[in-house]
């Protein structure tokens, strides 16, 4: 299998005035093509920081981060959007779709940004939600929300899909659709998912789970027998 | 970048009514200049042709009766195109049991080639016919054919008008001591010479005369050939063209156009930069969270600069395009209701390619720039930072002294600092609705300060008679009081400059003051005379000099003094001064009599009737005051709604939280009165000194040689503004608070942003 994300002792240190508030302190981890990996620790230990780094909306203050042989960490601002642009599909912790346009087109927004994308309705149909194609966000609830933006990381045919707690939000009916949604994507086409959360029950369908506590890694686990989202509970 | 042109459109629509404020005000900036500038310029062109057309005059003299013959030692003057010379009388007529006014001038030949007479109806006069200019002769009802009765020094005279024409010497019609002429009172007959002689009793003479030359160059050399020729005779007047009455009163006119064409739409596109830049502002501050997320997904900053942009180019696009059109209406609508004051036989219209360009480009430019500044800040956002859903770096305070108010007076006095750049904005809506409000109305002040400068505190006395014998005028019954005057032309001349103006006479008395711009009374100085300050400064004459004049006694010494009048300044003098230096008492001003018995003694001029005519002249102005003022009301309105409603919008997820925590909307809508009308305050003693400059500003560009209008700002004008101010905020209110009281909690904190 080959490496397609690798951080090297990355360090991020937001200035407060100050007080140094060190969100990082040596990150060492690396996700494997196809792979389905968790990133669980508690509150303010530095996930939304990592994933932010990963994909490129943030620089560490010191370490490398690599995408497959690209160093992202030495890109300049507009190399960074074009990474962002081919490689990465952003699920975000908030669902921030644009409340002014429809399921399709923030589907489309997404869309047009690269060259071959997936048909929109096609990707809208796998996250279940082509009947609700025309529908503005205010009109859906917070799950289908969820799919939508699912769907704008999709459509873009991204080599890593970045979700920072993306069933947060959800009840647990709803957040399992969600992740089965997510799971079957990476099963059927092997895209490459990084999913932070703090709920470890969602550990529990991982293919690798990275433990973060204060900045650090403290463990890494393999899963030899992923459970399915459905046999999860919580 | 289809799906982002798709959401700046949903932009649009989802605050559609500020946009199409916004829009609106490109829009008229737009139009209202393309509009009133093509038609200056048509009516600029149209002038230019009728004086080419009819021979428009280089030079005009005026002199005592001097031999027709002389005529020809002019016309053999090389570089001397073509010469009338001619005799004028004045006449009054009875239209409809009115008296009207008449100046009676001969007719050049048919063919002549200066000043030609440009028939409209009938035949060219002969024997006992004359024409008639054409827009008095409507006016009155008189048309060709039909015979009227004219007295001149009391002898009656019937003549038959041949038909009706225009003249270049009379398309405004200026006498030089008077410039507020209604074009109903006041009209010009073409009489044949021999006629003019019968009437005036100068056989074989002529008392004036008038010259096209070859090349305009030697306008100034020719001009003093011929007063050597006429000097002899005594001289009265004369002038190059762009001195003639008539025409320098249609230009000083034509200029306040042109400022007016240009000031105004400059006035409202400022406003439109200024409205754009807010409204871009509050949205990008709302979609603070959306940008990030854009970025995120790969977007670079320049398409979120372009993103934004479209949003003024959306608002440039319509309004710039409507505004085109619209502006092609205006123009030929102003331009033939311009010409309809005008004594002028057709118009011309024309596109002009220079100003529609600048057209566009001021309505693609305005909200252009001002939305480069808003587009460029929302590129700059970090995604990283933005995403964290703490967008506006709200600034702690502390105020000590409002410990002992209600909470809620707390917040809405904390709510208006604790947004320095919200509360800005919203200050600067409101200061700008003062402006817009108060200077509207102040226009009206000043036109009512006009008149009671003019008829309260300048000119008291009810009549004005041409007449020198004051005792036959006292003897009048219910004559009151009067006092012989003077009142004759002047005119200076230094190193090549020369200007013209009128030179009053007074006695002791109060029935015609002088008066500077502030109102402060003035006495004419024992020795020497006062003179309107653009003569002072045109011809650098310093207070006290020694200056020479040119006069109807001839050449006249005295020391001069400038001063800044209102309205239409004049040089004023002691009457027993004038006196000594050989001038006669021409007129008498009168308070009380009756018009039919002074008019026994000669020429009358009503003050009363002067200033109902003036209203009268002044109603195309006042209407378009008044528009203004309606306008600036309603835009004003529109302004500070929309300030305040984005205000309140732009927070209702703070004030659904504040709902969950229990307050009730009652409470929640006192604190928003409480901050909305703190902020009125403070706007209105921003808006005021703001709209004191702003009418400073149209004070100096109404300002011209012969006009001076006093900008005034009535403290009616203060209280209207406050309370239409402080009761639009009011009413801008409503739908916020309506909007709360209905407000879905839970919807509006599933917003994103
Ligand atoms: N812009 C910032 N400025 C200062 N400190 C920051 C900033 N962003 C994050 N931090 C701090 O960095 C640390 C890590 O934050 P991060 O958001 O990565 O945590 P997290 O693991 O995602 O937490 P949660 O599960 O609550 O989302 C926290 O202590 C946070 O306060
Ligand atoms: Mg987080």
Redesign the pocket.
Known sequence: MKTILRFEDVWKV?K?GKVD?V?LRGVNISVEEGEFVVVL??????????LNIAGGIDRPTKGKVFFRNLEISSLDESELTMYRRNHVGFVF?FFNLIPTLTAKENVMLSAELVERPRDVDEVLEIVGLGRRANHLPTEMSGGEQQRVAIARALVKNPDIILC??PTGNLDFETGKRVLRVMRDINREEERTFLL?T?NAVIARMADKVIY?RD?KVVRIEENEQPAEPEELSW | MKTLFVKAVRDFKAQKWQFLAVTFLVFLGVALFSGLYSSYLNIEATYKKFYHETNFEDLGIEFNPAPKELVKKVKAISGVKAVVGRLTAYATMDVEGRGVQLKLVSIPDENSKVNSVYLVEGVYPQRNEVLILKKFADLNRISAGETIHIEVNGKSYALRVSGTAYSPEYVLIAERTNVLISPKDYGILFVPYNVMEEITGMKGKITELHVSIYDKDFADEILNRVKGIFQPYGLKNFYKQEEQPGYKLLKLDLQGFEHIAFMFPSLLLIIAAFAVYILLSRMVMEQIGIIAVIRALGYSKYSIILHYLMHSLIIAVIGTTAGVFAGHYISAGMTSAYIDVLNLPYYVTGIYPGILAISIAAGFVTPLAAGIFTAKRAAEIEPA?AM?GYIIAYRAINIEFLAKFSILTRVAVKNVFRNPKRTLYTLLGIAMGVVLIATSLAFIDSINEMFYVQFDKIQTFDYKVECSDVSAVKRLPDVREAYPIVETWIRFERSGISKSSVLVGLPGQDLYSIYDLHGKRHFPPPEGMIIPQYIAENLSISDGEVVKAFTDVGIVKFRAYSLPQPLMPVCYANLEELKKAGFKPNEVIVKGGRESDLKKLGRVVSLKKLEETTREMMGLMYSFFAFSVLFGASLAFAEIFNTTTINILERRREIATLRMLGYTVREIAASLYIETFLLGLIGLVMGFPMAVLTLKGFEIMYRSEMFRMPFVMYPSTYAITAAVILLTLAVSLLPAIKYIARMEIEKVTKETG
């Open positions: 937001y407060m508030v969100a620790g508690p509150s303010g230990s530095g996930k939304t920081t990592m912790q920072d707690e932070v703090h973060f900045g | 930072i964290r």
